[in-house]
T-cell receptor, first 112, second 116 residues
Framework: GENVEQHPSTLSVQEGDSAVIKCTYS??????FPWYKQELGKRPQLIID?????GEKKDQRIAVTLNKTAKHFSLHITETQPEDSAVYFC???????????FGAGTRLFVKA | GAVVSQHPSWVICKSGTSVKIECRSL??????MFWYRQFPKQSLMLMAT?????????EQGVEKDKFLINHASLTLSTLTVTSAHPEDSSFYIC????????????FGPGTRLTVL
C-alpha cells in the first residue's frame, strides 16, 4: 500500500523567512496530493493541493511542487507569519473515492 | 462547500463499555467515508473505509470486531468502539469525498474519546 514520508518533523523559522516541507510517496498510482494545516484539537484544513498532471501550483504565499518521477512533493510557505504556526500534513491518494494516506506531520513554529 | 459533522464532539466512558460515533455528510451524499484515529502529537492513521450498503474495509492491524462500522445510508456512517479500554482513548475523525471526480476530502470536526 501507499506510504508517505514527511520531513522535517519540526521546523522553526523567523517571521518573514520561508519554510519548506518535503514529502515522498511510494505508490506510483497516487495522483492527488493535498496539504493540510491542523491546529490543536481541530480538524485538518486543506490549504493547497496538486494533481499529478501539474508540476507546480501557487496560491498567494503558499506553493506546492511535484516531481512524479522521483515521487517527491514539497510545500513552500513564503513570508511566514506567526499565525502560520501549526502542524502541517502532506498526503497522497489515488482519487476522491480512495483512501488518503497522511505523512507524519511537521510542526512549524514561526518566531516573531 | 461540503460539510461533514460528527457527534459527539467528545465523550468520556468507563472501561468495558461501548461508544458510538456518528459521521454525517450534511449537504452531499457519500457512498464512501473514511475513519481516522489520531493520538496526541501524531498523524492521522486510517482505520477503515466505510462503504454504503456493504462491509467496511479495514486497514492492517485494525480489529474489525472491536471497531464496528456501519454505513446504512448515503449520509451517515457510524463507528462503534466496543469494550473500550484506556488505550482506545484518542481523537477520531471521519472524512468523505464530496462526489463527482473531485479528489478533495472533507473532514468532520473529530470526536475526542477518553476511556477511564
Amino acid at each position: 500500500g501507499e506510504n508517505v514520508e514527511q520531513h522535517p518533523s519540526t521546523l522553526s523559522v523567523q517571521e518573514g523567512d520561508s519554510a519548506v516541507i518535503k514529502c515522498t510517496y511510494s505508490d506510483s498510482a497516487s495522483n492527488y496530493f493535498p496539504w493540510y494545516k491542523q491546529e490543536l484539537g481541530k480538524r485538518p484544513q486543506l490549504i493547497i493541493d496538486i494533481r499529478s498532471n501539474v508540476g507546480e501550483k501557487k496560491d498567494q504565499r503558499i506553493a506546492v511542487t511535484l516531481n512524479k518521477t522521483a515521487k517527491h512533493f514539497s510545500l513552500h510557505i513564503t513570508e511566514t507569519q506567526p499565525e502560520d504556526s501549526a502542524v502541517y500534513f502532506c498526503a497522497a491518494s489515488i482519487g476522491g473515492g480512495f483512501k488518503t494516506i497522511f505523512g507524519a506531520g511537521t510542526r512549524l513554529f514561526v518566531k516573531a | 462547500g461540503a460539510v461533514v459533522s460528527q457527534h459527539p464532539s467528545w465523550v468520556i466512558c468507563k472501561s468495558g463499555t461501548s461508544v458510538k460515533i456518528e459521521c454525517r455528510s450534511l449537504d452531499f451524499q457519500a457512498t464512501t467515508m473514511f475513519w481516522y484515529r489520531q493520538f496526541p502529537k501524531q498523524s492521522l492513521m486510517l482505520m477503515a473505509t466505510s462503504n454504503e450498503g456493504s462491509k467496511a474495509t479495514y486497514e492492517q492491524g485494525v480489529e474489525k470486531d472491536k471497531f464496528l462500522i456501519n454505513h446504512a445510508s448515503l449520509t451517515l456512517s457510524t463507528l462503534t468502539v466496543t469494550s473500550a479500554h484506556p488505550e482506545d482513548s484518542s481523537f477520531y475523525i471521519c472524512s468523505a469525498p464530496a462526489g463527482g471526480t473531485g479528489n478533495e476530502q472533507f473532514f468532520g470536526p473529530g470526536t475526542r474519546l477518553t476511556v477511564l
